[in-house]
């Protein structure tokens, strides 16, 4: 059995390192100069608007517990952890607080934990988050994985099994552990954080770059020149006070052609940047300058097909895993429902039912579900399947009328 334990080990400890650099993988100062964490980045708007609408995305699906019926599949709002995921996960929680918590943990740190509380069953009562940053993964002399957690309010750390725990990594480097995608590109974010800071100095200096004072003498102390000077002329208070110069010292500002500080055109990648980091449509962050009314419906559908789905994917089999156990995961599965963000205007929306119903495939009520509506009741057709009169199968071509002739035929 030692043997084979050499060959077959598990995969190593999970470590939030990045190998490539050689260099701990945390958040650090990046070439701008500018310190990069989750909470700084928070700081500029485009960070906080693509973590905001992608969180606020996925705290907003309705997200239900399913069971298999033959070849379809019914909800079970019965089930314990319905109520658990839709409505409350724990007493000081709604879902959509839970969930836009979660979300955006992931968005910042990489990764989302969660205490699993259970009762003596075995089945799930409750649902806490744990911070990030304060959380270590690592594995015990079993090679199973353990969470060890740090509370703010104590020092002293907390060991959780895994299955105590519910965690949804991001993007990584092992597939145990998530890396920071604000750790990952600092520079863009501290390069934002810098053309941010240089735009704040800039209007706080009356919008002007500095001068130079120039005075024919020789100046004892010449920072008491420059502090009365910034003193009565800085700021954008005092933008177009009259100057006053004595002594003969003469002002020569030092301008800078706005074609080539480019201030607001890198102001502008950087929204693109960071909008590319979270591959959000920058529409949704508010810069309307490439779109239109033509071209929104369909990035807002890309979005969710190409930005939000993997993300409920990621979610969906990370509660299914950590939630249901193996007996319950034959019969029961989680599901975000995403139909209402992929549906297209009213009357994209009436001619494509308009399609189904005619073709037999959508009931009324099919329809009226899809729009939220009251159901018609049976007796009066709402689950009726209707098709066109004059289609029939290919085989059946010719059938009525070679019938018709033979009648005729035999006829005296």
Known sequence: MNFLTKFFRPRDK???????????????????????NEFT??????????VRILAESIAGLPLHVYEYKGQGKERVPQHPLYFLLHDSPNPEMTSFIFRETAMIHLLLWGNSYSQIIRDGMGRVVGLYPLLPNRMSVDRDEQGEIVYTYTPVECGSQIKLRRQ???????????????????????NAVGMTLACEEYGSAFFANG??????LKHPGVLKDPSKLRESW??????????GK?????????????????????FLETRKFQID????????????????????????????LEYVKYTLNPWVVRWEQSLQKALLNSA?????????????????????????????????????????????????????????YLINGNLCKLCDAGLFGNKKGTENKSAP
């Open 14 to 36: 999970p470590q939030n390192f990045y190998h490539f650099s050689g260099w701990p993988f945390v958040f650090g100062r990046p070439a701008s100069g500018k310190k990069v």
């Open 328 to 384: 319950e995961q034959k019969r029961y599965f989680i599901k975000f429902n995403v139909d209402g963000l992929m549906r297209g205007d009213y009357q994209s929306r009436m001619a494509g039912y308009a399609v189904g119903r005619q073709n037999g495939w959508l009931s009324a009520n099919d329809i009226r579900e899809m729009e939220n509506m009251n159901p018609i009741p049976e007796e009066e057709g709402g689950n009726l």
């Open 41 to 50: 980045a928070m700081q500029t708007t485009a960070v906080y608007a693509c």
């Open 207 to 212: 919008a002007r770059p500095g001068g130079v």
């Open 230 to 239: 910034q003193a009565v002329y800085g700021g954008t208070a005092n933008t």
């Open 273 to 300: 940047e960071i909008a590319r980091l979270y591959r959000v449509p920058p529409h949704m962050i508010g810069d309307l300058e490439k779109s239109s009314f033509n071209n929104i419906e369909q990035q807002s």
């Open 242 to 262: 009259v100057v006053v110069l004595e002594e003969g010292v003469d002002y020569q500002q030092i301008s800078i052609p706005p074609e080539e500080a480019q």
């Open 164 to 186: 105590e725990v519910l965690h949804i990594p991001g993007l990584g480097f092992d597939g145990l552990v998530g890396y920071s995608p604000i750790a990952m590109a600092r």
